[in-house]
């Protein structure tokens, strides 16, 4: 069983930074992989970015390439998404994932946060 806690979101201007965290609980998170996901009203979630178990390989969707950074520390059960040069279509609801591998798919996770708000506006 896996237990995932978001924070660090909230409101930050266009072109700012946020720094999402997402801590694990219970012993077993190195054997998963995590990914990022996001929702707006009204659609489906969206895959952000994933990572393997041990950080080795990360994956993004492409709309976050060069702006987003999944990262992780075994050590600490934590999962971390580094989001620069955000953009008004950045907005969402952000959720962290824990799954067997890093997929793209959401049914592919069994466990899942309980979603953080990020916004960026003016």
């Known amino acids: 069983q896996v237990q995932l806690v978001e924070s660090g979101g909230g409101l930050v201007q266009p072109g700012g930074s946020l720094r999402l965290s997402c801590a694990a609980s219970g012993r077993t998170f190195s054997m998963h992989a995590m990914a990022w996901f996001r929702q707006v009203p009204g659609k489906e979630r969206e895959f952000v970015a994933a990572?393997?178990?041990?950080?080795?390989?990360?994956y993004s969707t492409d709309s976050v390439k060069g702006r987003f950074t999944i990262s992780r520390d075994n050590a600490k059960n934590t999962v971390y998404l580094l989001m620069n040069s955000l953009k008004p279509e950045d907005t969402a609801v952000y959720y962290c994932?824990?799954?067997?591998?890093?997929?793209?798919?959401?049914?592919?996770?069994?466990?899942w946060g309980q979603g953080i708000q990020v916004t960026v506006s003016s």
């Open positions: 990572i393997s178990r041990t950080g080795g390989s990360t």
């Open positions: 994932a824990a799954g067997l591998y890093p997929q793209t798919t959401p049914q592919r996770y069994g466990y």
